[in-house]
């Protein structure tokens, strides 16, 4: 085959494939997608901020300019569990019910710390 056919032919696959991430996704309950470590950390930036909480995944983007402590603080913590930074801040449990609108997963139950069988166990832990 000529070299101009093969050139044209990977250049027609590669247009009509969307990239979608390095993880597939499967749905874990009504409104609630498992999403591995690995995807979460994909997404580390001011424009697209994951981040976990309690086992759970929020895409905190468009809170981020509104967080009282800051933004920086915040992106510190960007694609990466934030549990321990965000209870030794001592939050309010308005800051923790604010967390609820922010939820878009999930992580699976071998990749959790807290809400697993013999996971760790803490008092104030939200359910
Ligand atoms: C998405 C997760 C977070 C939410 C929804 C959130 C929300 C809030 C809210 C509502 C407050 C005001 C005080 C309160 O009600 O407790 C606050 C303050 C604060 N947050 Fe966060 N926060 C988050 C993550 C974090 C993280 C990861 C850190 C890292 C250390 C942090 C550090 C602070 C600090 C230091 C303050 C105190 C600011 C001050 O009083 O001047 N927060 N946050």
Redesign the pocket.
């Known amino acids: 085959m000529a070299k101009a056919t093969i050139i044209s032919i990977a250049s027609s696959i590669s247009s009509a494939v969307k990239y979608i991430g390095p993880v597939s996704l499967s749905t874990v309950g009504p409104g609630e997608r498992e999403i591995t470590l690995e995807e979460v950390l994909w997404h580390d930036t001011r424009k697209d901020c994951w ?1 976990i ?1 309690y086992d759970r995944v ?1 895409d ?1 983007t468009e ?1 981020l300019d509104e ?4 933004v920086d ?2 992106l ?2 960007a694609g990466r569990d ?1 549990t321990v ?2 209870r ?5 449990t ?2 923790l019910k ?2 609820e609108r ?1 939820m878009i997963g999930e992580l699976p139950v071998n990749e959790r710390i807290f809400r697993k069988n013999g996971g760790f166990k803490l008092s104030d832990i939200p359910e």
């Not at 967080?67 to 800051?70: A, E, N, S, V």
């Open positions: 981040m909480i929020y905190i809170f967080h009282p402590g800051g603080l915040l510190e913590y934030a930074a965000f030794g801040s001592g939050h309010s308005t800051a604010l967390l922010y």
